[in-house]
Structure formats: C-alpha cells, structure tokens
C-alpha cells in the first residue's frame, strides 16, 4: 500500500462517469441519476466540460424538468467543484473535496482536456487511514437542525432549503433520535404520489403531499456514531452503507449534537 501522504490521485481517477449535453433537460438529468445511481453528472458545452451537476443541488432547487441543464452552470470562482490536476496529491484533494461538499471533482491533463473523474468515496478509501488518530469530535457539525416527526413534508423541504443542507434528523418529544429523512426520500414520496395524480384538483393533491408527516418518511433506525469513534471508523461506515452522512451523538444519549458529511 502506497503512503497516502505521498500518494497523488493517478492511480484513482476514473473515466467512467455519466455526462450530459447543457443543452439537454433537467427531466433527463433526473433520469440519469436515477438509472445510474451517481454522485455526479459532468456537464458538457460543445464537448467541453463545462459543470458537475449534483443531484442534491437539482432536488433542492425545484426546477421544471424542462428547463436546461445549462441554468446550473456557475462561473468557476463561485463554483465548489475543483479543477484537479492528474499530480495533485490524495490528502489534500480529500480535503477540498470534503470541505467543498463535493462528491466528485473533475481531472484534466497538461493540456487541460478532461481525462476522467475523482469520486470522494474512492478518494477517502485511499487516505481512510489517516484518521485513524482524529476523533469524530474534532470535526463534525454541531448544534444540528433538527424536525418533530409530527411534521409535515411541506415543513421539512423548507427546513433543508433554508439551511442548503440535504438531511436532517427527526425527534420526538424529548428530543431524541427516532429517524432521518433526506432530499432523495422526500423526492421519492412527491414522485411516487404524483405518479398517482389524476386528473382534477392538482393543487389541492400537492398540499396533501406537503401534509404528509414526515414519521411516514422518515428512515428509521438510524446508524449513528459517537463523538469519541474516529474519523477513520465514521467513514468506514458511510462507505459500507453509502450513505452521505452520519448523525452524531454522545456515548450516553440518543439526542442529536451533530453531522458529519
């Protein structure tokens, strides 16, 4: 095994990612999330890169599916994605990447043509032993935004919108953890229900939706880490699960202090 200090991100990159024309819909966007169960979309203009489309940031927006893709694209120095380089080294693109938010960074050659892809769980699979010294205390988020499982969906969309965060833990009336529900489970539910949809009263349908509480949303159990496990072992399990985020909680309490991403 090659020291992740050293290592650069040649040996990880990859050229097999899913890509789409700017020209083309949000609708068939959407649809390639769902048929390839990607962390990311390259979007190209002309044949050029142009974007990372994330599906996170397409639920939240709530976008008609006929508009282009083209409406996503932001200019580089707003954008979190980073331009990475075949020499740049695995440490320190982890980093960006886990600072950024970002589930998966573009790679160009010398002469700045796109030769593939870095995914995050790939990247944190190669430097995972690195945090086996530091505990999930010293760098999760705390203080998390929480929701009674009593509310609606209409309440927890506009709870992740507001905050730009894509899951949120459900309590009870103590306070403790009971369950999860993120951007994909409520897309799930609108789909699924709109699906459904007949003809008549289309609005009064999507308030019903709205009203759905989110305790029939929700996943539940939740798989949970403590503050004193290692970063290391936090990113075992995201691995292994494939999930996007760990709610974080004490030795003894099930309430919620934190998120790690």
């Given at each position: 095994q090659r020291?992740?200090?050293?290592?650069?991100?040649?040996?990880?990159?990859?050229?097999?990612?899913?890509?789409?024309?700017?020209d083309e819909t949000?609708?068939?966007?959407?649809?390639?999330?769902?048929?390839?169960?990607?962390?990311?979309?390259?979007?190209k203009r002309d044949g050029d890169y142009a974007h990372v489309l994330s599906e996170q940031k397409l639920l939240q927006s709530h976008i008609k599916d006929d508009t282009k893709v083209e409406t996503f694209i932001r200019p580089?120095?707003?954008?979190?994605?980073?331009?990475?380089?075949?020499?740049?080294?695995?440490?320190?693109?982890?980093?960006?990447?886990?600072?950024?938010g970002v589930k998966v960074a573009p790679v160009f050659n010398q002469g700045d043509e796109l030769v593939g892809v870095i995914i995050v769980n790939d990247i944190l699979e190669a430097v995972i032993n690195g945090f086996e010294e530091i505990?999930?205390?010293?760098?999760?988020?705390?203080?998390?935004?929480?929701?009674?499982?009593?509310?609606?969906?209409g309440t927890v969309i506009n709870r992740l919108r507001e905050n730009s965060i894509s899951r949120v833990p459900v309590v009870n009336d103590d306070n403790d953890l009971v369950g999860i529900v993120t951007t994909f489970d409520i897309s799930d539910v609108a789909v699924r229900n709109m699906t459904r949809m007949q003809k008549g009263n289309k609005s009064?349908?999507?308030?019903?939706?709205?009203?759905?509480?989110?305790?029939?949303?929700?996943?539940?159990?939740?798989?949970?880490?403590?503050?004193?496990?290692?970063?290391?072992?936090?990113?075992?399990?995201?691995?292994?699960?494939?999930?996007?985020?760990?709610?974080?909680?004490?030795?003894n309490s099930n309430t919620p202090e934190g998120i790690i991403t």
């Open positions: 020291n992740s200090t050293r290592m650069d991100i040649s040996d990880i990159i990859t050229a097999d990612y899913i890509s789409i024309s700017a949000i609708g068939k966007a959407k649809a390639k999330f769902k048929k390839h169960n990607s962390k990311g979309i390259i979007v580089s120095r707003s954008n979190p994605v980073p331009r990475l380089t075949t020499q740049e080294n695995v440490r320190e693109v982890a980093q960006k990447m886990v600072e950024g505990t999930v205390e010293k760098i999760y988020t705390d203080s998390p935004i929480t929701v009674s499982k009593d509310v609606g969906v009064g349908e999507r308030d019903r939706i709205l009203d759905i509480p989110v305790r029939d949303v929700m996943n539940s159990p939740v798989t949970t880490i403590t503050k004193e496990e290692t970063v290391a072992e936090a990113v075992k399990v995201m691995l292994s699960n494939n999930y996007g985020g760990l709610v974080v909680t004490s030795k």
